[in-house]
């Protein structure tokens, strides 16, 4: 199986009043087809820092993120923009919908952006909302929603373009145990069922059960 | 505690300097222009009740004769000595003309009256004066400035013309120019021996006034009533020799354009203050929750907030009046420059303007924090908390429901309301619009951007769908459309009113072949006065007018004004025209065979008339037929019709103009005021009205021009301060569209679309809301003036539509440039 995203040598400096810190020391990461990995370790540990890189939201001090055998670093605007529409997924912990776009738009809003036509995704949509289980909410905004059904809308689109690799950031951080359990199911389900690579970073032991690997960092290194 | 929330608030308004800013600006220009508008009659009346105050001195009641009186002049000694009255000298005062050898001729006013009374009540300072002791025959005493001027010297002779007739007079005194000598930038001044003027006017020892000084003290209203009784059978007038109060109404109405846009700029405050204070009530709820769960009063934090507002208040206050009376020597400075002969406006403050100004901006910024500071502290704590400030959409839709009812009202009623209070109620219907539009324009975005949804889909794709989905249910954009609609609007209203009215004025001018028009404020302007007016020299042939303004019987519409005109001589004082009529004469003629009129098209239309049908028009007494027997295309009046049916119908005893010909127009209006003497008239060339009124109209609409200015600059820092916070509220939003693949490119063409929508939706309800404005107007001028056909500038709408637009991406340059450079985990990471 080919490797979907790896990072080699990354290192993540933050300087805050001319004081640097480092976050990241060397980090060494590969993720192939198909797996469900967990990043774990204690809070302030650089998970976020970590899958934020992986995704291109921001760049490392150095080392070398390739995507698909790709180096995000050498990328336009234009590239990344449209490699976070196709191959990548993104969920965040406050679920981060647009308030002024219903469910099925904000769903959509990838294949909007790549200027396609939300007539040819109609099928698509219908089967994502089924797999999250919000077809009689399509109309609804956001403000209309609990929690958890925000996050299964940020699931949804961030399926809608069948990209190869989902990055979720606490997904359940924010929700009670019972509805944080369904989603875990949910994306279970989509790596298995629908063969997507996740990436997921928690601090639950019990979500990371659902993946298949855990990535364990401390200190700014993997151990 | 309440010291945290001091603190926070402090810091709250040091984070947001721009906002404050323009709060702090709304507040000082608006109370500068309101201030400014408030005292600029009061300078008028000021500085004319100084003028007339340097007349009179102290003496305060003018006895003279009256309309019925057959003689110009009366006899002082009519005034009975009386317990309350302490002086009574006859005053006789006429003009001589001074060859000054250059263009223009110098006019004196000769003022004669007993020297030894007038040195007791309006005392002068001779500078210069010869041995002489007494003042007689042909001695005069001048100005020091005059003297100056005209390099005069004591012992010099000065030729001057009166009534045509030269006379000399010996230099004999030189005064300061101060007190009578005071006031000389129309006329030179000067004294010269009762009797002398007498001898000249012929009046036999009477004078054509009679000043009388009341003992001090005494109730002045009391002594006229008394003296008005004594004197009835001498036929003349009793007043008050400068009766301020009177003088200001009268000039009262100077102040009305400027106040009608002060109100404007007023309420453009308002909704900015408003709409500001709503954005930093939402910013401050969490901070409000803290402190209320840990139990701080609801009306504690009120009060706080209320304190800030009112700081604003103050502040506004103390520094906008300051700039009114800035402006206000502006304004005045440019009224006087542009008028060298005419008088040197004083700045006139009152205390009074000076505290119901400052009442106003601590007012306007109070009461319009108050709502949404009110709105915050009483909602429950658990929406404080849960950040909920926003009403559920079943009440918003009810109120929007209610104001669009309003704006309905306010658009109809003056169409509904009879003539006679179309004045009052349309002045109020444009406020009410222009506040309801505001009100009302989320209302108008929700409807038009369900339009354009599929319109932009097919122009602009995806990037077009979005764009106006951001656009939709906007808060900030629909306040800047509000902003940008009021902004447009004035200025357009200022704008096409004065192109109307320069168009007025030289359409007026076009086609009449008379030189001069004259009028008489105080004598009768019968067939006397016509025949006396022939003899003077350089008059031509002269053509007589009636003047009223008609009502439609049946609608109760105003119709305009009726010209009574003589068809025998009007072609020849007028290039008068019939539509599709070659030779007009016979139609004209007909004016005199029966109630015939011929009628404008705009009144025509208005009244949906044609010609050939017969309204009735209403009349002092009852109503009576009239034919329409054409259309004018003439801009003589809005109807014509034969003097005789005028003068009859409507009980018509004076003329209301008479319209002279002369080959030397100058120098006959000179000598038909000279005929005039003393009595008030407005007699001038054609030429020279129109450059006045030019003139006139130029500076009105100039310092109205600044004035919408004023109200634009406001609009613009706030679109600007709006679009600054709808990019700091919307980061996380463009944070999470860039997360999901938004490429800048396509950031940046969904902003530009956001800013070229709103700016093109600003000018659209401006223009709608001028265009609202303008038929209320319409209403309003044909009620009181007579019909005025506004002209509806298409270039200035384009302009309208581009200066939105302008403003608007102006406005987006900083957020544009800032959206680009967000990072996104900057925005997503920290909550
Ligand atoms: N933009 C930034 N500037 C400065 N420091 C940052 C920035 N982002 C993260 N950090 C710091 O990096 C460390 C790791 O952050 P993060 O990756 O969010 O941790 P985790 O997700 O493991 O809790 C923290 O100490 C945080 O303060
Ligand atoms: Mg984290």
Redesign the interface.
């Known amino acids: 199986m080919g490797s979907v995203i790896e990072g080699k040598n990354i290192i993540k400096e933050f300087t805050l009043a001319d004081i640097v810190s480092r976050i990241l020391d060397q980090i060494n990461v590969d993720v192939l087809e198909g797996e469900f990995v967990s990043i774990m370790g204690p809070s302030g540990s650089g998970k976020s820092t970590l899958l934020y890189l992986l995704g291109g939201l921001d760049k490392p001090t150095s080392g070398e993120i390739l995507l698909k055998g790709k180096n995000i670093a050498i990328m336009n605007d234009e590239e990344k923009s449209i490699m976070r529409r196709r191959d990548i997924g993104f969920v965040f912990q406050f679920y981060n919908l647009i308030p002024n776009l219903n469910v099925e738009e904000n769903i959509l809003l990838p294949v909007l952006l790549d200027g396609k036509s939300a007539k040819n995704f109609e099928e698509e949509l219908d089967e994502i909302l089924h797999i999250v289980g919000l077809n009689e909410r399509r109309k609804h905004t956001p403000r209309e929603l609990s929690g958890g059904q925000q996050q299964r809308v940020a699931i949804a689109r961030a399926l809608i373009n069948s990209p190869d690799l989902i990055l979720a950031d606490e997904p359940i951080g924010n929700l009670d145990s019972k509805t944080g359990t369904e989603i875990m199911e949910l994306f279970k389900r989509i790596n298995t069922e629908k063969k997507k690579t996740i990436i997921q970073v928690t601090h639950s032991q019990e979500a990371a059960r659902y993946g298949n690997r855990v990535i364990q960092l401390k200190d700014g290194r993997v151990i | 505690m309440m010291q945290i929330i001091l603190k926070f608030i402090i810091k709250n308004i040091q984070e947001n300097k721009f906002r404050s800013f323009l709060i702090l600006l709304a507040i000082i220009l608006s109370t500068a222009l309101f201030f400014a508008s408030n005292a600029v009659s009061y300078s008028f009346s000021k500085t004319i009740v100084a003028q007339m105050k340097s007349t009179y001195g102290e003496t305060d009641i003018v006895v003279k004769p009256n309309k019925d009186n057959k003689a110009s002049y009366i006899s002082e000694y009519i005034v009975k000595n009386h317990p309350e009255i302490g002086l009574v000298m006859g005053v006789n005062q006429v003009n001589g003309i001074y060859e000054t050898g250059s263009d223009e001729d110098e006019t004196f006013t000769l003022f004669a009256t007993d020297i030894d009374k007038l040195k007791k009540v309006n005392p002068f300072e001779l500078i210069e004066k010869t041995d002489s002791e007494v003042f007689s025959g042909y001695e005069i005493i001048i100005s020091s400035s005059t003297a100056e001027k005209y390099h005069l010297g004591l012992g010099d002779k000065i030729k001057l013309s009166v009534k045509n007739v030269n006379y000399k007079f010996k230099i004999t005194g030189i005064a300061a120019p101060s007190m009578l000598f005071g006031s000389e930038q129309q006329n030179r001044f000067a004294l010269v021996p009762k009797k002398t003027l007498d001898n000249i006017l012929n009046t036999s020892g009477r004078s054509s006034q009679v000043y009388i000084k009341s003992i001090s003290g005494s109730n002045i209203k009391e002594v006229i009533a008394s003296l008005k009784s004594e004197l009835k059978r001498y036929k003349v007038d009793v007043d008050e020799a400068v009766n301020s109060a009177d003088i200001e109404s009268q000039l009262s109405t100077i102040k009305i354009p400027f106040m009608a846009i002060s109100i404007l700029v007023l309420i453009m405050s308002i909704f900015i203050i408003y709409t500001s204070f709503k954005v930093i009530m939402a910013e401050r709820l969490p901070i409000i929750g803290t402190f209320r769960s840990i139990g701080a009063t609801e009306k504690k934090t009120r009060n706080i907030m209320l304190n800030e507002s009112l700081a604003y208040g103050v502040i506004g206050g103390c520094v906008g009046i300051p700039l009114g009376i800035a402006i206000l020597a502006g304004m005045l400075g440019v009224i006087s420059a542009s008028n060298p002969r005419g008088m040197d406006i004083e700045l006139g403050i009152q205390m009074g303007n000076v505290i119901y100004s400052f009442m106003v901006a601590v007012g306007v910024s109070f009461f319009s924090a108050y709502i949404p500071i009110k709105k915050a502290s009483k909602l429950p704590l658990k929406d404080v908390i849960f950040g909920k400030l926003e009403e559920d959409g079943y009440g918003k839709k009810k109120k929007y429901k209610l104001k669009v009812a309003i704006l309905i009202c306010a658009i109809v009623i003056p169409y509904i309301v009879p003539s006679s209070l179309v004045i009052p109620v349309g002045v109020l219907s444009i406020l009410v619009i222009i506040i309801m539009l505001l009100q009302v324009v989320p209302v108008l975005l929700r409807v038009v951007t369900f339009m354009l949804e599929g319109i932009y889909g097919s122009l602009f ?2 990037q077009g ?2 764009a106006i ?2 656009i ?3 808060d900030n954009i629909s306040q800047n459309i509000g902003l940008l609609a009021l902004s447009i609007s004035t200025m357009l209203f200022v704008y096409i009113l004065s192109g109307t009215m320069e168009g007025l004025i030289t359409n007026a001018s076009q086609g009449a072949k008379y030189e001069i028009a004259t009028m008489s404020m105080e004598q009768e302007m019968n067939k006397s006065l016509l025949n006396r007016l022939k003899t003077v020299s350089g008059v031509g042939k002269v053509s007589l007018l009636y003047k009223v303004v008609a009502k439609d019987k049946d609608s109760g519409q105003s119709m305009g004004a009726i010209i009574g005109i003589n068809a025998n001589d009007e072609l020849d004082f007028y290039d008068t025209r019939v539509r599709d009529v070659a030779d007009v004469k016979p139609l004209l003629d007909k004016l005199h065979e029966g109630r015939n009129i011929l009628v404008k098209e705009a009144v025509l239309s208005k009244l949906n008339l044609k010609v050939g049908d017969t309204i009735n028009i209403e009349l002092p007494k009852g109503y009576k037929p009239y034919k329409i027997i054409g259309i004018l295309t003439s801009a003589t009046g809005d109807i014509l019709a034969g003097y005789n049916y005028v003068k009859t119908d409507f009980k018509q005893t004076d003329y209301a103009s008479i319209r002279v010909k002369s080959d030397t127009p100058d120098e006959t209006v000179k000598a038909i005021k000279e005929m005039y003497g003393d009595n008030r008239n407005f007699t001038a060339t054609l030429k020279e009205t129109v450059v006045t009124m030019k003139n006139m109209f130029g500076i009105l609409f100039g310092i109205l021009k600044g004035f919408a200015a004023v109200l634009l600059v406001i609009g613009i820092f706030g679109i600007i301060n709006n679009l600054v916070i709808d990019f700091l509220q919307r980061r ?2 463009i944070a ?11 950031l940046t063409n969904i902003m530009i679309i956001k800013a070229v929508t709103s700016g093109l939706l600003g000018g659209l309800f401006g223009i709608t809301t001028t265009i609202l404005e303008l038929k209320v107007l319409d209403k309003i001028m044909t009620a009181s003036v007579g019909i005025v056909p506004i002209d509806y500038s298409i270039p200035l709408f384009i302009t309208a539509f581009v200066a939105g637009v302008v403003i608007t991406l102006i406005g987006t340059i900083a957020p544009l440039m800032r959206g680009q450079k967000l ?3 900057e925005a ?2 920290y ?1």
């Open positions: 794709g995806n769908v979005l989905k951001e939709k249910g906007n996380r939003v999470m569209y860039k997360s999901v693949g938004m490429s800048k490119a396509q990072q996104i985990i997503i990471k909550e």
